[in-house]
């Protein structure tokens, strides 16, 4: 974090620039690391500050630089001033960086990073997410998994950086489907398999019921009637459709359990089967429902007959559909939330929908429409278990599950774990989390098994490794060492190295609060556990002068700590060998 060494450099900045140094922090950026030479700490791009950015002025922007760095005075923080591409760079006292850095990583443990001056005059928010969204009475198929993981992501920062979060789980349990679902289990369902293994029946059921439905046009009649009588109230349908709906949340929960993801709410499509009508009545009452030849009724958002503008809100029977629902759930969430932003995660084919339910809102009247925000995400391809085409998000967790344990087997270690069940599925989570986030969430990407497992370079397992290490040097050689240090004996280039990269941390979170992409955080994660591997080699606490085991103790301490911070954001729990 720059632990006040940013602020420091603005208010030296805004007596020679004349400029508030509020307005100056967020131009003086942390440095990146170098393996080839030792770098300065902090940089200013003379750029930001030109206000007329435009290609006539560049070829003056190494003069100004220049100019502006003779200006500058060395002080008890600042050792060294120099000049780079259209930059001024800042190299930080060295033991006051040591002792800064390492004291501020203890002190501040898990908010490290979030105290920062990037952070400060940021209002606490209202903010609602929602995440996950699996069709109930079907299998947690792997498709909703990059929604879970993603929404968890994005509240876990949320709320780290201190605004309300409210984490709604919209389950799709309303629409046709259990039509077709509730002939089915009328038809072909048996309640003991119903009791026994839910889902999988439901499953089961379900895939028939189609495939006789194709062939069938009464069962496809009678599955229209089902869903009518249950958008009627039928008090027959809805008792087995709340039973489909209740068996399902309950294996939902579970899996949620072994994720390590939880919600506030759950809701679900059907809370606003009722809802749903009122927003037609209000479109209707506003003069934006037409009805079509077909008996549909739909909203023409080019206002001109555009095709591609046209949405479809009510069924030719009068019943509600996916956009009609997501409208009154908006509307209900404001009434109920109040919230400044409402985030929806759901896959990059979603991305027209949500344009068109925020508009209608916009155009309904609703003004917050524009505090509504769709985060979408590429296509998962690939990841099928040994069992075969359909993939199961349980399937996946068990096979991770296992083929850690078998990788776990060949190391001693793990002997000494109480629970390596418990860790194995820890470990996997952590590399099929990394795997999912190291490019852009729009980004579709192969999944592979043979790279999620790899316990070297940059996965998952390679983080866990590495915390689990660093918790283990601190088991051993602790107890003696960790009350103070000299920062004197920090100096070498691997100690200053990871000392700068911990100093980049806010930055790290800045960045990742802003687009809302977690891949800043895995990189930053990987680095650092890099850097701590080789150190890990060559910075021995073992044998070394007691003053100098306690400094490089301290130093992986804060790197444990702060790699405890990141993973937890993501989403991934620390292992530790003596677990």
């Known amino acids: 974090m720059a632990c006040g060494f940013r602020r420091s450099i603005a208010c030296q900045l805004s007596r020679v ?151 709604i789980n919209y389950l799709g349990d309303w629409g046709m489907q259990f039509g077709l679902l509730g002939t089915g289990f009328q038809l072909f369902g048996y309640e003991e398999k119903l009791q026994s293994n839910p889902l999988q029946h439901l499953f089961e059921v379900y895939v028939q019921v189609n495939k006789e439905a194709a062939d069938d046009k009464n069962i496809a009649k009678s599955a229209h009637e089902f869903f009518q009588r249950l958008e009627l109230g039928d008090t027959q349908a809805l008792a087995l459709w709340q039973k489909f709906r209740d068996l399902s949340v309950e294996e939902y929960v579970r899996i949620y359990k072994r994720l390590g993801v939880h919600f506030d709410e759950y809701s679900g499509e059907s809370f606003y089967r009722e809802k749903s009508q009122e927003v037609l009545k209000l479109l209707d009452s506003k003069g934006l429902l037409q009805k079509t030849v077909r008996g549909t009724a739909i909203v023409d958002l080019s206002g001109n007959g555009d095709p591609s503008s046209i949405c479809t809100v009510m069924r030719s029977d009068g019943t509600s559909l996916y956009a009609t629902r997501d409208l009154a759930a908006a509307i209900d ?130 983080l866990q490794y590495t915390h689990a290490r660093l918790h283990s040097l601190e088991e051993t050689f602790g107890c003696g060492y960790l009350n103070d240090f000299n920062t004197a004996c920090l100096q070498e280039p691997q100690s200053v190295s990871i000392l700068q990269h911990l100093l980049r941390f806010d930055e790290v979170l800045y960045r990742s609060s802003q687009d809302l992409q977690p891949r800043h955080i895995v990189s930053y994660l990987l680095t650092l556990s890099h850097l701590a591997a080789m150190a890990h080699k060559t910075l021995l606490i073992k044998d070394s002068p007691p003053d100098v085991a306690g400094a490089r103790l301290h130093l992986f301490r804060a790197v444990r700590s702060v790699l405890a911070n990141g993973m937890k954001l993501l989403g991934i729990i620390p292992v530790t060998l003596t677990a």
């Open 333 to 462: 969430r404001m009434d109920k939330y109040n919230f400044d932003a409402m985030i929806y995660v759901t896959d990059k084919g979603q991305k027209k929908h949500f344009q068109q339910v925020f508009q209608m809102l916009q155009i309904m009247g609703y003004d917050w429409a524009e505090r509504c925000q769709h985060v979408p995400f590429g296509v998962v391809q690939g990841m099928k278990t040994r069992r075969g085409n359909v993939t199961f998000l349980e399937d996946v967790l068990n096979e991770i599950r296992s083929r850690m344990l078998q990788n776990m087997a060949s190391i001693k270690t793990t002997r000494e774990l109480e629970n390596p069940q418990e860790t194995a599925e820890r470990v996997g989570l952590a590399a099929l989390i990394i795997q999912d986030f190291r490019g852009l969430l729009l980004s579709d990407y192969q999944f592979s098994w043979d790279r999620v497992f790899q316990s070297r370079g940059d996965t998952g397992v390679f």
């Open 17 to 167: 620039l004349d400029l508030p140094p509020e307005n100056l922090i967020k131009s003086i950026s942390a440095v990146p690391i170098s393996r080839k030479e030792e770098v300065a700490d902090f940089q200013l791009s003379v750029d930001s500050l030109l206000e007329n950015n435009n290609d006539h002025s560049r070829p003056d922007i190494q003069v100004q630089a220049t100019r502006l760095a003779e200006k500058l005075k060395c002080d008890t923080v600042v050792s060294e001033i120099s000049t780079g591409r259209g930059t001024v760079n800042f190299k930080i006292n060295r033991e006051l960086l040591t002792k800064t850095v390492l004291q501020q990583v203890i002190s501040d443990g898990s908010k490290y990073g979030l105290k920062s001056e990037l952070f400060s005059g940021l209002p606490q928010k209202k903010i609602v997410v929602e995440f996950s969204s699996p069709n109930v009475a079907k299998k947690f198929h792997v498709g909703h998994l990059r929604s879970t993981i993603i929404g968890n992501f994005i509240a876990n920062l949320e709320e780290a950086l201190g605004h309300q979060v409210t984490r």
